[in-house]
């Protein structure tokens, strides 16, 4: 139940975003969306859309999402929900790197072909926007993804643990704190 309270409270404020999406004034360097107000709303659909796919597919959302932050910004909570989900899904150590290195490779990669037509000043502004955003909207969220999926799987092998020495023969008497507790 709470997963489902926590998802529809995700989609709700991606969806706040949507709804501010078309009042704002394009990208954040001003230079305007790339394809006017249908490519603002694009980038907002596209939001939601990465977000109510980022558990059954989690790979394609995740790069879905980091190229929609470098074209749009405000795009950027659709990648934070959806990095964090990576984390939480994948628990090999080259997964989670591919977690991290996707948040930020992608966003710059875009930044830096779409910043190829535009003037000087606005590689300088959008690659270290893009950049920043990427790490704090895609790294972090991955590695508190990765962090609580382990934390998980610790506290399960624990309690089997526990449940193991609670019934076997060797584990009868035993005191279940070295030392007596003390």
Do not use: K, N
Request: proline share 7%.
């Amino acid at each position: 139940m709470l997963p489902l309270i926590a998802d529809l409270v995700l989609i709700a404020v991606v969806a706040a975003t949507v709804a501010a999406l078309p009042g704002w004034d394009g990208r954040s360097s001003g230079q305007g969306a790339p394809f006017g107000a249908a490519g603002r709303l694009a980038a907002a659909g596209g939001a939601v859309a990465t977000v109510l796919v980022r558990r059954r597919w989690p790979a394609a959302a995740l790069v879905a999402a980091a190229t929609l932050m470098a074209c749009e910004p405000l795009t950027g909570g659709a990648l934070t929900a959806v990095a964090y989900t990576a984390g939480l899904a994948w628990a090999g150590l080259r997964h989670r790197l591919l977690v991290l290195g996707v948040s930020v490779a992608v966003p710059l990669a875009v930044a830096v072909a779409g910043s190829v037509v535009q003037p000087a000043r606005t590689l300088a502004y959008d690659v270290p926007v893009v950049l920043a955003a990427g790490v704090v909207c895609g790294v972090l969220p991955g590695l508190a993804g990765a962090l609580a999926a382990q934390r998980e799987r610790l506290v399960r092998a624990l309690e089997e643990r526990d449940a193991f020495l609670a019934t076997s023969p060797a584990g009868q008497g035993r005191d279940p704190v070295p030392g007596g507790g003390r």
